[in-house]
């Protein structure tokens, strides 16, 4: 045929042009060790496993942990909280989430995404978990949503690099490590990475916590009520030394997707500034 087939079967053979297909595809992320060939015929299928009491399909099953291999659930749980309880700063506890091999999506992420902003604000934020953009930067809430984000905060004056805990915020996630191609994470995944979080809170001491979604009300507030019944209502987290008090609202993705819902958004940040200056 004509030399425009000769130059794509070049461009087909050169790996680097191979590479870049694939990343304009949105095959950003290594999801194995070993090439599978999908076109092959499919193994016999293996016994029914444990059915997942999470809502989600991922589209990626999760993946065991390599270093966690063959240990159980429970066992890897009691790990993290042990690790957790035992860190006394924000610097040791971002030290043991970095030796932390028990979660699986350590393995496919880029970096650990600990928290930004201020850790002395009085209001501390709990999204879901890393995106591409947050997974690259290693800084929560950087991307689209991210975006958003701070500017629902400074429509109640505060800003992420603000030094005064009155005007600033304290950002962290449910995950720290983004699930490949931005699956819903398991609920495994979510419950070996809570004790980090919950140590995290202790530590940082917020006076409010807002969540952000029904992924993180529903693991800060441990039910399974969801997002359009939470939002607006205050509620209380445990913590080792007390309670502190929690309002749930919207997603920033979700109000990006849902624009009419920015309303109620806006009505859950003024009863929490409202909140924060009563204490
Ligand atoms: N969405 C989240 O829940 N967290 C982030 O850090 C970014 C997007």
Redesign the pocket.
């Known amino acids: 045929m004509s030399n425009y087939s000769g130059a794509n079967d070049a461009a087909r053979q050169d790996p680097l042009s191979q590479l870049k297909w694939l990343v304009d595809a949105g095959a950003d992320e290594v999801m194995g060790e070993a090439p599978v060939n999908r076109f092959k015929a499919a193994p016999p299928a293996p016994p029914t496993p444990e059915p997942l009491t999470d809502k989600a399909t991922p589209a990626t099953p999760p993946r065991p942990s390599v270093g966690a291999a063959m240990r159980p659930t429970g066992e890897l749980i009691k790990n993290a909280q042990g690790l957790a309880q035992e860190c006394q700063t924000l610097g040791e506890l971002r030290e043991a989430l970095s030796r932390f091999e028990g979660c699986g999506l350590k393995q496919t992420a880029h970096s650990t995404?600990f928290a930004d902003g201020n850790p002395k604000a009085e209001l501390m934020l709990i999204?879901?978990?890393?995106?591409r953009?947050?997974d690259r930067e290693g800084?929560?809430?950087?991307?689209r949503?991210?975006q958003l984000l701070d500017l629902m905060m400074a429509a109640i004056n505060r800003d992420r690099s603000s030094e005064d805990p009155k005007t600033s915020i304290y950002?962290a996630?449910?995950l720290p490590w983004r699930p490949p191609g931005n699956r819903n994470p398991s609920l495994e995944e979510i419950s070996l990475c809570l004790p980090f979080l919950k140590r995290h809170i202790e530590i940082a001491q917020p006076k409010i916590l807002l969540a952000?979604?029904g992924?993180?009300a529903k693991h800060l507030l441990e039910t399974p009520t969801g997002i359009m019944k939470l939002r607006g209502r205050w509620a209380k987290v445990a913590t080792k030394d007390g309670e502190i008090d929690c309002m749930a609202t919207f997603?920033?993705?979700y109000l990006l997707r849902q624009p009419g819902q920015k309303k109620y958004a806006w009505a859950d940040l003024l009863q929490v500034e409202q909140r924060l200056q009563q204490k």
């Open positions: 995404v999204g879901e978990a890393p995106g953009d947050e800084r929560p809430f950087v991307g949503s991210g950002i996630n449910i952000l979604g992924t993180a997603h920033p993705a």
